[in-house]
């Protein structure tokens, strides 16, 4: 039987990083004999301009009869002047809400081939290996907004069952790696903040007492993962939180454009995306670093349809590129060249298939 697979390219860079992400899944489905669907639909800037809205419901449909999404990127300065209501953005919380994608799992682990890449001494790189689960469906984001010419007002709200979720699929995950979690929050000023720490020392008090359990205030957190990154197992935190720090991490493994992400929930299709944004202002030019999303679709491959072989296969595949000095610009080695996008992506399918 085979599994149903949708890919929203989207905007900007996203198309063509998506591109590179779907030559590897269906290159290693071939050589490991994993049956797929594959189907595209638009959604984001791309939805606006054709369908008038960032999140169609006949993409919306497609992803709910799907064993998987894949998404590349939305939004650009094209839609800027849009209602908020219409911009692409929204089409990308729409989806995760219509699914119920309450957590966005982010890896972030050091290559030493790609120490020169970081801003950090290569000595606080090492074994650094973290996976950060942002909780992606309350908090800020989403709560109630308006805004005048001269005031405005975001609102953030988390139930108990919101936190309880997301800090259970966080635990589950420290189980199975290094068994340690630090939540993060704002506890200190937030009353929501106050909240999730409650919850979450009952949570891994009464369900998880194996757990080496610490607690983080958020710019705290801020300045440890750069201090002491390698001391992280898995991070748990809230919607806004989890945004910032994860594009702050990604600065440990050398660009934002090496990271996947995958967002669950608890049952249906889940989500996975490069956590880069659609970068508008290399468009086109064959310059943008498609590592993030090939190894999304390796966690589409592990997570959701369950290959893990198939998911190492493509790991595997990068990494060797990269330590091979086969770089996009972003991440150029000591000798100044680089390749584009498309050219990575060849790579990549020509270590899968050589190995």
């Known amino acids: 039987m085979s599994s149903k697979i949708v890919f929203l390219p989207g905007d900007g860079v996203g198309p063509s990083v998506t591109a590179q992400a779907r030559a590897a899944i269906e290159t290693v489905a071939d050589i490991h004999g994993i049956a797929l669907q594959c189907s595209e639909a638009r959604m984001g800037g791309a939805a606006i301009d054709a369908d008038g809205s960032p999140l169609p419901e006949s993409t919306l449909a497609a992803c ?3 064993d998987a999404v894949f998404l590349g990127a939305v939004g650009g300065p094209k839609w800027a002047n849009v209602p908020v209501e219409l911009r692409p953005e929204q089409g990308l919380l729409g989806l995760r809400k219509a699914l119920g994608l309450f957590a966005n799992l982010r890896p972030v682990i050091t290559l030493p081939a790609l120490s020169s890449a970081s801003p950090l001494k290569a000595e606080r790189l090492a074994n650094v290996d973290i996976m950060v689960v942002r909780e992606l469906t309350g908090g800020i984001y989403f709560g109630k907004r308006a805004r005048t010419d001269t005031s405005a007002f975001d609102t953030c709200e988390y139930t108990a069952e919101e936190i309880e979720r997301v800090c259970r699929a966080a635990a589950d995950l420290a189980k199975k790696r290094r068994g340690k979690i630090t939540s993060v929050d704002k506890a200190n000023v937030l009353d929501t903040s106050r909240l999730w720490r409650d919850v979450a020392t009952q949570i891994f008090a009464d369900e998880y007492p194996e757990l080496e359990v610490e607690h983080l205030l958020v710019d705290a957190a801020a ?26 991490a990604s600065m440990l493994a050398g660009s934002l454009g090496l990271l996947p992400s995958a967002s669950i929930g608890s049952e249906g299709p889940s989500l996975y995306e490069p956590i880069h944004g659609s970068a508008p202002d290399i468009a086109g030019l064959d310059v943008a670093n498609p590592c993030g999303a090939i190894l999304s679709g390796a966690m589409l491959l592990r997570h959701a349809l369950h290959h893990a072989g198939a998911a190492a296969a493509i790991e595997s595949a990068v990494t060797s590129c990269l330590e091979r000095g086969i770089r996009t610009r972003d991440v150029v080695g000591a000798d100044g060249k680089s390749v584009g996008t498309e050219a990575f992506g060849a790579a990549v399918i020509a270590e899968l298939k050589s190995a």
């Open 223 to 248: 300045m440890h993962l750069l201090s002491r990154p390698a001391d992280f197992d898995v991070i748990v935190t809230e919607n806004m939180f989890g945004d910032i720090l994860t594009d702050e």
């Open 64 to 66: 709910r009869d799907s």
